[in-house]
């Protein structure tokens, strides 16, 4: 048999044909499980019109003292239309996200949605689930205009599943077959947005293994959703974590 | 806030984590609600599930010993409980749908007595930042809320109806403000408990609803 993998030399390749047009989810919760080394390459790679899936836009470099490639970039950029995301702006009104100047301007457009909504619409699409009902943002703003149904007395809002193009991952271990791996928080929305997906990009941490070299018990995503694997290098040409956040105690 | 009057921000967190039973599933949110982790409430022990997908997290990790993949809700670096478990987003939030979830703590710029409170968009925003807390608020069996009494400008924040826009409706089980303890009664809130140094005239005017309000309100009940 020949040998065959999915690991990809750079992310530079990983991108390269990611489509003028495409809905891309990026995976990622508060700087754990962020595919910033994909992200920057595609920052690079310079394909417009993006609609981006996202829990948020992007701290800048007020939130750990640096500024970590984020989707506030693609959008400084000039490569995204529009947004999917759960945080427009920052939770401390305070703090202001790069995106949210330009939203407010009117230059990106962008969906708020409810967190838990956001990933269940990308899991419904990964388990071929057309729309469903949730009790989340019932009787708010988000709900004007919109069809709920009440069963069992409770009243729940539609939804609808929302499919993505190119989910970029990240995650801890890797094999040639693409199965992963995840560690601790990091897994978050990284295994849902590529069971969503057309296409999913992984980088990771440790030495790509063998097929076989994660315990099919072990595995978190099955390699049949994973596409693209890239090993990130060390700094500083790999991009590897933000660092630590200030604790008031 | 003038000396000794009032309640601090750990002191409001803590008359809250006071009402958390043994073996509850918590959800804190952001900012003041995850000071109630620090809250000493003796024998009883408690399950912190983080909507990032992390059941069973411990405290607050040392300053040089940050696993940078451990973090909760709030993007702090946390530790782990023996007992813990790691899930991805979509079963975090089936947790949280599913009534799993005990009791969530949310901090809010304004509540009602109807139970509604709005905590994700500010007055003149295009957008906001909603997180899980639309899906906690629906879904947890309690919603305490923890804010201060009044804006900066005075302001009541416990109003007859919300004015900026609602993350749940009538949801809202138990408020702690700088004030006290009060509980949303359908017209009107309930004081249960009075903050050191307060008279219940007023806590009354600085509320911007009608007050329920006993002959002789017990002081708040503090940890330790």
């Given at each position: ?29 508060a ?21 981006i899936v996202v829990n948020s836009t992007g701290g800048g470099p007020g939130m ?6 984020d989707v506030g970039?693609l959008v400084e950029?000039?490569?995204v239309k529009k947004v999917i995301c759960a945080f427009t702006a920052a939770t401390r009104p305070s703090d202001v996200l790069p995106f949210t100047k330009y939203y407010e301007a009117g230059q990106v457009d962008a969906e708020l949605v409810p967190q838990g909504t956001l ?17 989340a943002a019932v009787g708010t703003e988000l709900a004007e205009g919109r ?103 | ?28 949110g952001v900012g003041m609600p ?39 809700a709030g993007g ?30 949310l901090g809010a710029y304004e509540v009602a007595?109807?139970?509604d409170f709005a905590n994700w968009k500010v007055k003149g925003a295009k957008g906001g930042g909603i997180g899980g807390a639309m899906d906690l608020a629906a ?6 809320v923890v804010l201060e009494?009044n804006t900066r400008d005075g302001a009541p924040r416990l109003l007859?109806e919300c004015a900026l826009p609602v993350t749940a409706r009538?949801?809202a ?35 911007g ?16």
């Amino acid at each position: 048999m020949t040998t065959r993998t999915k690991q990809v030399a750079s992310f530079a390749d990983a991108v390269r044909d990611v489509a003028d047009g495409s809905t891309i989810a990026v995976g990622g919760f508060a700087g754990a499980g962020m595919p910033y080394n994909l992200l920057k390459a595609l920052v690079e790679q310079g394909a417009k019109n993006l609609t981006i899936v996202v829990n948020s836009t992007g701290g800048g470099p007020g939130m750990r003292g640096v500024r970590l490639p984020d989707v506030g970039m693609l959008v400084e950029n000039g490569q995204v239309k529009k947004v999917i995301c759960a945080f427009t702006a920052a939770t401390r009104p305070s703090d202001v996200l790069p995106f949210t100047k330009y939203y407010e301007a009117g230059q990106v457009d962008a969906e708020l949605v409810p967190q838990g909504t956001l990933v269940e619409r990308m899991r419904a699409a990964g388990a071929g689930v057309p729309a469903f009902y949730t009790p989340a943002a019932v009787g708010t703003e988000l709900a004007e205009g919109r069809e709920t149904r009440t069963f069992n007395g409770r009243e729940y809002l539609l939804e609808y599943a929302l499919p993505i193009d190119v989910a970029l991952l990240r995650a801890h271990r890797a094999d040639t077959f693409g199965n992963l791996r995840f560690r601790r928080a990091q897994r978050n929305f990284n295994p849902v947005m590529a069971m969503a997906a057309k296409l999913a990009l992984a980088e990771v941490e440790e030495d790509v293994l063998p097929a076989g070299g994660i315990d099919a018990d072990d595995v978190h995503l099955p390699g049949i959703y994973v596409h693209r694997v890239v090993r990130i290098p060390p700094e500083p040409e790999g991009i590897w974590h933000a660092p630590p956040r200030e604790v008031k105690r | 806030m003038s000396e000794g009057r009032g309640l601090s921000r750990q002191q409001m967190a803590d008359r809250l984590a006071l009402e958390f039973q043994d073996g509850w599933i918590v959800n804190l949110g952001v900012g003041m609600p995850t000071l109630c982790s620090n809250t000493d409430i003796g024998e009883r022990q408690v399950i912190y599930h983080s909507e990032n997908g992390v059941i069973g997290y411990g405290p607050l990790a040392e300053p040089g010993h940050e696993d940078p993949h451990l973090i909760n809700a709030g993007g702090q670096n946390v530790t782990l409980r023996p007992g813990a478990a790691i899930v991805h987003h979509a079963d975090s939030f089936a947790i949280i749908r599913s009534g799993r979830i005990d009791v969530t703590v949310l901090g809010a710029y304004e509540v009602a007595c109807n139970g509604d409170f709005a905590n994700w968009k500010v007055k003149g925003a295009k957008g906001g930042g909603i997180g899980g807390a639309m899906d906690l608020a629906a879904c947890a069996k309690n919603v305490f809320v923890v804010l201060e009494h009044n804006t900066r400008d005075g302001a009541p924040r416990l109003l007859r109806e919300c004015a900026l826009p609602v993350t749940a409706r009538g949801v809202a089980t138990l408020v702690v403000t700088n004030l006290g303890l009060f509980r949303p009664k359908g017209e009107a809130f309930e004081m249960l408990e009075i903050a050191p140094g307060y008279s219940v005239e007023e806590v009354r005017a600085a509320t911007g609803c009608p007050l329920i309000a006993a002959d002789t309100v017990p002081p708040v009940r503090m940890a330790g």
